[in-house]
């Protein structure tokens, strides 16, 4: 912020008191304020008492997020007007006609009513006081020009599978490091494509095309950051409202999310996630079953899909690293944007043909982007073809014989654990290209799927890879 004093027109100060009584009629809080024609720049800055996020054996004291939208208008879901936001990662921000702080959206500052948003994520029985200040400085206004995506490119033609991350973060959220530093990263792990999710922002839209290439495809995101659960937005063109307080304004920000063609996963369901509190899970495309590590807690999200699939719900299984990138110095570390990999099988390289096969389950996750291979296939009618893959819908009469095949590669000594509605069996893989063939003769309807497990020191199970079912629907006698 390098204006001098007497370049601000005016200085607006807005203060006020913030209690649980407050947050308990609704977690987000509007405070209007008007801004006169000829401003070509605004600035924010915020403070609030008893701030400190906590930590190691220290409870959180009150924790304000903020945002902004222009007088176009914040009401829920429709919200034309929305600038930015920077959850409770900066205490100050800009916006001008020509550029903006990450996390915000540049653009002409209109006159008219202008809201910050304050977000009550944790607020002190006692309450919390704020002062949020307000500068603006005069100069020649300019035409907005709304968010513009280039139209998707298409980074190859093949049909095949294609390996990449769904879940990261840069400096546009809460991350330290820039788009172009995850973009390194990525392309140092050699990943075919990338997802930019950063939280309940769209400013690090407009930069993914000038860092797409043939080499890697860069997919609009935005994780819908709330208290009860977060979920990732892929392939969107614009904002979507993270503003949802119920099950039922979650699923309202689901239907707007499809009716621009996206897809929508529920994140890491698991302690420390943070867990998914909405419910309602089956209601989504995906469920993301590996976030991170294996061993931060996993297990749990498995278990909450392999449930959802024994119910009868066919969700995608996937995988993010949930990456919060720094900056890159060219060293790949143990956390990193690609672990784990998702690998999907796509008839091309491009936004839409990702979102076709993570849509139709043709996805696999393994440990990093050098992890077991997994390849599940069946043959329903006895021609030795195999052409079915995870994600397929394989209808039979009950008792028909159904042939079941999974490869795996680059996973010897471990255990091939199959699952499905009745059982669970393992076998060892004892060589590095191992297949396996099994039959079965289903009664009822059911699926199968794979997981390559790793037994280090017995209780503990490390999962190395796994894959998404192959569904089997009984079709009746005639």
């Known amino acids: 912020m390098n204006q001098t004093r007497d370049e601000t027109y005016h200085t607006i100060e807005l203060e006020g008191h913030l209690t649980?009584?407050?947050?308990?009629?609704?977690?987000?809080?509007?405070?209007?304020?008007?801004?006169?024609?000829?401003?070509a720049r605004l600035e924010v800055s915020y403070r609030f008492s008893d701030d400190s996020p906590g930590g190691y054996m220290r409870p959180p004291g009150n924790i304000l997020d903020i945002g902004l939208f222009d007088p176009r208008g914040s009401e829920f879901l429709r919200a034309r007007g929305f600038r930015g936001w920077s959850g409770s990662v900066r205490r100050e921000f800009f916006l001008s006609s020509e550029d903006a702080t990450p996390g915000y959206l540049p653009g002409p500052i209109l006159p008219g009513q202008w809201e910050i948003v304050l977000g009550l994520y944790h607020i002190l029985p006692h309450g919390c006081d704020y002062c949020v200040t307000i500068s603006l400085f005069a100069g020649e206004p300019s035409n907005f020009v709304d968010v513009d995506l280039s139209p998707w490119p298409v980074s190859r033609r093949e049909s095949g599978w294609y390996r990449g991350d769904l879940h990261c973060h840069t400096h546009h959220s809460d991350a330290s490091g820039?788009?172009?530093?995850?973009?390194?990263?990525?392309?140092?792990?050699?990943?075919?494509?990338?997802?930019?999710?950063?939280?309940?922002?769209?400013?690090?839209?407009?930069?993914?095309?000038?860092?797409?290439?043939?080499?890697?495809?860069?997919?609009?995101?935005?994780?819908?950051?709330?208290?009860?659960?977060?979920?990732?937005?892929?392939?969107?063109?614009?904002?979507?409202?993270?503003?949802?307080?119920?099950?039922?304004?979650?699923?309202?920000?689901?239907?707007?999310?499809?009716?621009?063609?996206?897809?929508?996963?529920?994140?890491?369901?698991?302690?420390?996630?943070?867990?998914?509190?909405?419910?309602?899970?089956?209601?989504?495309?995906?469920?993301?079953?590996?976030?991170?590590?294996?061993?931060?807690?996993?297990d749990q999200s498995l278990a909450l899909w392999h449930r959802l699939l024994c119910r009868g719900h066919r969700i995608t299984g996937v995988g993010g690293s949930d990456m919060h990138q720094p900056p890159f110095d060219g060293r790949v570390g143990r956390l990193a944007v690609g672990k784990p990999c998702t690998w999907i099988y796509a008839e091309e390289l491009s936004v839409a043909g990702i979102l076709a096969g993570i849509k139709a389950g043709h996805v696999y996750i393994s440990e990093d982007v050098t992890g077991p291979k997994v390849f599940l296939n069946a043959d329903a009618d006895d021609d030795g073809c195999f052409e079915t893959m995870t994600g397929d819908l394989v209808k039979v009469p009950v008792g028909t014989r159904l042939v079941l095949r999974c490869r795996v590669i680059g996973a010897?000594?471990?255990?091939?654990?199959?699952?499905?509605?009745?059982?669970?069996?393992?076998?060892?893989?004892?060589?590095?290209?191992?297949?396996?063939?099994?039959?079965?003769?289903?009664?009822?309807?059911?699926?199968?799927?794979?997981?390559?497990?790793?037994?280090?020191?017995?209780?503990?199970?490390?999962?190395?890879?796994?894959?998404?079912?192959?569904?089997?629907?009984?079709?009746?006698?005639?």
């Open 412 to 478: 010897e000594a471990c255990e091939l654990c199959i699952r499905s509605k009745e059982k669970t069996f393992s076998v060892v893989v004892d060589r590095r290209d191992f297949t396996h063939e099994w039959t079965v003769r289903p009664k009822e309807d059911t699926f199968f799927r794979v997981e390559v497990v790793d037994r280090p020191e017995p209780p503990h199970v490390v999962v190395r890879a796994l894959s998404n079912p192959i569904y089997v629907t009984i079709q009746p006698s005639r």
């Open 20 to 39: 649980p009584e407050d947050k308990s009629v609704s977690s987000y809080r509007l405070l209007p304020f008007e801004v006169p024609a000829g401003m």
């Open 178 to 298: 820039s788009l172009a530093d995850l973009v390194a990263a990525a392309r140092a792990q050699h990943l075919d494509f990338l997802a930019v999710t950063d939280h309940n922002t769209i400013s690090h839209l407009p930069h993914l095309a000038a860092q797409t290439g043939p080499d890697l495809l860069l997919i609009s995101g935005e994780e819908i950051t709330t208290e009860q659960g977060h979920a990732n937005a892929w392939g969107i063109r614009r904002w979507h409202d993270f503003r949802c307080e119920d099950r039922e304004q979650m699923a309202q920000v689901v239907a707007d999310v499809w009716s621009t063609g996206g897809l929508v996963s529920v994140n890491h369901p698991k302690e420390g996630g943070p867990p998914w509190l909405f419910g309602d899970e089956a209601q989504f495309d995906c469920l993301e079953v590996w976030q991170a590590p294996w061993f931060t807690f996993n």
